[in-house]
T-cell receptor
Framework: DQQVKQNSPSLSVQEGRISILNCDYTNSMFDYFLWYKKYPAEGPTFLISISSIKDKNEDGRFTVFLNKSAKHLSLHIVPSQPGDSAVYFCAASKSGNQFYFGTGTSLTVIP | GAGVSQTPSNKVTEKGKYVELRCDPISGHTALYWYRQSLGQGPEFLIYFQGTGAADDSGLPNDRFFAVRPEGSVSTLKIQRTERGDSAVYLC???????????FGPGTRLTVT
C-alpha cells in the first residue's frame, strides 16, 4: 500500500513562473518529510526537508509547505528555471529508519 | 569530497545466478540505506544500517536478499537465485546519522534475463 502519493506524474511550467508539486501521505506518524530531485541516470539529490513541528521551510527558490491536518505537503519553486527540469520525489519518515517515497513528478520548465 | 559510489553501474545476469552489488558511502557517514527502484516507481526501502548492524531489514522482500556492512563503511547487497522480477535499479544512500537527509549513489541497474 502506497503511504506516500504523488498524483501528478508530470507538470509543465513556463520559465520564471511558479512550479507547485504536491504530495499526500496516509500515515499520521510520519514526522519528517523531504523532497529529492532526480536527473536521468543519477541518484536522487536532496533538496529540502521539513519536520512535522513546522509548517513551512524555505531555502532560496525552494519552499516546502506542510499541512498536517490534510496530510499534504507541497514544494514551491519560484522562479522556475530550465535547469529545474527533473523528476521530483517526496519522501516521509517516522523515527528515521524507513523512508517512504512517492512515485515522482516529472517537471518540465519551458524556456 | 567524494560522494556515494556504487559498483557495478550495470549488471546483466541469468535467472538463477547469484549477484553482489557494492556501495561505498560518504566517509564518516554512519547510516547506510539500500533501496530498489522499478520503472515508474519511487525508491522502495530495503534495509538500513546504523554502523555495522542492520537496524531495520524489514524491507527485504524475501530470504534471497541479504546485505552486510562488516566494518561500518562499505556495504554489499547480495541476491541469491535471481529472478526476472529482481530487475531494477538498486540505489544506495548514506547519511551522517540515521534519520538525516540521505545522499544517494548513482545506482546499479540489474537486469535478470
Amino acid at each position: 500500500d502506497q503511504q506516500v502519493k504523488q498524483n501528478s506524474p508530470s507538470l509543465s511550467v513556463q520559465e520564471g513562473r511558479i512550479s507547485i508539486l504536491n504530495c499526500d501521505y496516509t500515515n499520521s506518524m510520519f514526522d519528517y518529510f523531504l523532497w529529492y530531485k532526480k536527473y536521468p541516470a543519477e541518484g536522487p539529490t536532496f533538496l529540502i526537508s521539513i519536520s512535522s513541528i513546522k509548517d513551512k521551510n524555505e531555502d532560496g527558490r525552494f519552499t516546502v509547505f506542510l499541512n498536517k491536518s490534510a496530510k499534504h505537503l507541497s514544494l514551491h519553486i519560484v522562479p522556475s528555471q530550465p535547469g529545474d527540469s527533473a523528476v521530483y520525489f517526496c519522501a516521509a519518515s517516522k523515527s528515521g529508519n524507513q523512508f517512504y517515497f512517492g512515485t515522482g513528478t516529472s517537471l518540465t520548465v519551458i524556456p | 569530497g567524494a560522494g556515494v559510489s556504487q559498483t557495478p553501474s550495470n549488471k546483466v545476469t541469468e535467472k538463477g545466478k547469484y549477484v553482489e552489488l557494492r556501495c561505498d558511502p560518504i566517509s564518516g557517514h554512519t547510516a547506510l540505506y539500500w533501496y530498489r527502484q522499478s520503472l515508474g516507481q519511487g525508491p522502495e526501502f530495503l534495509i538500513y544500517f546504523q554502523g555495522t548492524g542492520a537496524a531495520d531489514d524489514s524491507g527485504l522482500p524475501n530470504d534471497r536478499f541479504f546485505a552486510v556492512r562488516p566494518e561500518g563503511s562499505v556495504s554489499t547487497l547480495k541476491i541469491q537465485r535471481t529472478e526476472r522480477g529482481d530487475s531494477a535499479v538498486y540505489l544506495c544512500a548514506s547519511s551522517l546519522i540515521g534519520g538525516d537527509e540521505q545522499y544517494f549513489g548513482p545506482g546499479t541497474r540489474l537486469t535478470v534475463t
